[in-house]
């Protein structure tokens, strides 16, 4: 598959080889769906904690005698039936993370980039640094692809300056070819890709 690569100033510079198994293949929902549940579940930080009748505060003494009350017998004020006593089978602190196998999250990534080229939301272009680190200097890049909607910038490494250049910028996640997330690319209106970057997403996504 051969797709258009565009300048910085927006203009159609020439075009690059892409491999089909990763912008070309079958969309697959189920590794997406599968993907993107996981990635939700890792982030959930699992810290909810409720007392259970050993835990909450208050006398073991029996509140009333066994009998002659009239009333249905009644032993500590822990108990979970009564106002301010502990909480039956309550949530306790515990880690929701569990891991997806490789394959499936590759194919989730590979399908994630089907569809959005399949939805012209995809756009490669020429290598560009922001030697600056100024924010205003990447929008006036991004503006020329994309509107200020959802937008994820795929880069070939950890560019320090382009980082810092986007960090402001509320419509704007940057991310390395090898540490995409399903989730991220998946509600992204707009993919920008750098031409280095779609050489490495070839090499690295290619079905093993």
């Known amino acids: ?44 930080v699992g810290t909810a904690c409720t007392k259970t009748r050993s835990e909450v505060s208050g006398t073991h003494q029996k ?6 009350t009239g009333r249905a017998r009644m032993g500590t004020k822990r108990s979970p039936v009564r106002v301010g006593g502990g909480i039956a ?41 922001i030697e600056s680190g100024k924010t205003k200097d990447l929008v006036s890049v991004l ?18 300056m382009i980082k810092r250049a986007g ?8 991310f390395s070819y090898n540490r995409l997330r399903a989730h991220d690319l998946f509600y992204g209106r707009n993919l920008v890709v750098q031409e280095s970057a779609i050489k490495k997403l070839n090499e690295f996504y290619a079905a093993k």
């Open 89 to 129: 089978f309550g949530p306790k602190p515990r880690s929701y993370k569990y891991k997806l196998p490789r394959k499936i999250k590759q194919s989730a990534i590979r399908s994630i980039f089907s569809l959005k080229n399949n939805e012209s939301c995809l756009r490669i272009v020429e290598d560009f640094n």
């Open 63 to 68: 509140m009333f005698r066994q009998k002659g």
């Open 167 to 174: 960090s402001n910028v509320p419509w704007l996640t940057t």
């Open 1 to 44: 598959m051969v797709l258009k690569v565009y300048s910085i100033d927006g203009t159609e510079l020439r075009e690059v080889e892409v491999s089909d198994e990763i912008f070309g293949c079958e969309v697959s929902d189920g590794s997406i769906y599968f993907a993107i549940k996981n990635e939700l579940a890792n982030m959930r």
């Open 143 to 160: 503006k020329n692809h994309v509107k200020e909607t959802r937008t994820i910038l795929i880069i070939q490494d950890d560019n320090s």
